[in-house]
């Protein structure tokens, strides 16, 4: 029962009960049975009314944007009035949120295959994602099919829907070009649980695998679609599909070359090399100083020396 129903009990003519015992039975506060809401003055009602008409013209603007664009009709009001007046006639900007990982309730849920499991070797986990991008008239869906040990990106689509195609038609071409994977990982958005993608996948007998939670090392592969699209393309309003196409290739060139997990890979894999070659040395009689040694730093002072 809300409290306005227990209010509506109160019997102030009772003389067998005090007010005081009836709002303690009750449970609710004497001082609301003495309150008169006020309503609104003229002035606020104007302002309401102002409050509307910007909003029928320009629907998708917040709080913030009609508190900025009241001054030109003569009204003065703050952000947080504005909120709490739109709250009370029930307005709120129309905007465009993600919308990519609903799942279908008949859809089947699949085992998670990663967790504790060592990725060391190319195809051994794929995974892929969905993000948007916004263009001059609207926006387009990107796709990517990444490899989680590499983090290479082995093919992409752009679409201006959500249907599955465009993911089915990235995954048949990176399995054509590089092979098959052994465990493919994605999260359960529709487009991922749906017969196409699904198909797929058990055609070329590839397990599959649902990102059943979110932890770092799932942010930094299936997050990556959205950290570009917040790096580089969030800077450029793009026309046409074939500038995206365009844009987005020169961004698969860039991004390697200046992630820093690549240079220490490539570190990893010098020390490696020159640790062959000691041993190699080793064992046909020649001593020979490491390079860590002649430069004086260990591996962890030069990997921090380049994130300086």
Not at 80 to 105: C, D, E, F
Not at 280 to 294: C, F, N, Q, V, Y
């Amino acid at each position: 029962m809300s409290p306005s129903e227990r209010r509506e009990m109160i019997r102030k003519e009772n003389t067998y009960l005090s007010l005081t015992r009836q709002c303690k039975l009750l449970k609710i506060s004497r001082s609301s049975i003495y309150y008169t809401p006020v309503g609104f003055d003229q002035a606020t009602i104007e302002l309401m009314h102002e409050i509307d008409r910007i909003f029928t013209k320009y629907p998708f603007f917040g709080s913030r944007q009609i508190a900025a664009y009241l001054p030109q009709s003569g009204f003065s009001a703050g952000r947080h009035r504005v909120r709490r007046l739109m709250g009370i006639m029930g307005l709120q900007a129309i905007y465009k949120g993600p919308n990519t990982s609903k799942k279908h309730p008949q859809h089947k849920i699949w085992p998670y295959l990663l967790r504790k499991l060592p990725i060391t070797r190319p195809n051994h986990v794929w995974c892929s994602d969905i993000t948007y991008i916004p263009v001059r008239n609207g926006f387009l869906y990107l796709v990517a099919i990444m490899d989680w040990a590499t983090r290479k990106v082995l093919s992409w689509r752009l679409s201006n829907t959500l249907d599955a195609s465009f993911c089915v038609e990235a995954l048949e071409e990176a399995i054509a070009t590089y092979g098959k994977p052994e465990i493919m990982n994605t999260d359960q958005g529709s487009q991922y649980t749906g017969a196409g993608w699904i198909t797929t996948l058990t055609k070329a007998e590839i397990k599959i695998s649902p990102l059943m939670h979110v932890n770092m090392h799932c942010r930094a592969v299936n997050g990556w679609p959205r950290s570009l699209s917040r790096q580089h393309l969030h800077r450029t309003a793009l026309a046409i599909p074939q500038a995206g196409s365009r844009l987005l290739a020169r961004d698969y060139r860039w991004l390697p070359s200046q992630s820093r997990h690549r240079q220490l890979d490539r570190l990893l894999q010098q020390r490696a090399a020159s640790h062959r070659a000691r041993q190699t040395d080793a064992e046909r009689g020649i001593l020979r100083p490491s390079e860590d040694t002649k430069s004086g730093m260990n591996i962890n002072q030069m990997h921090l020396s380049k994130a300086a």
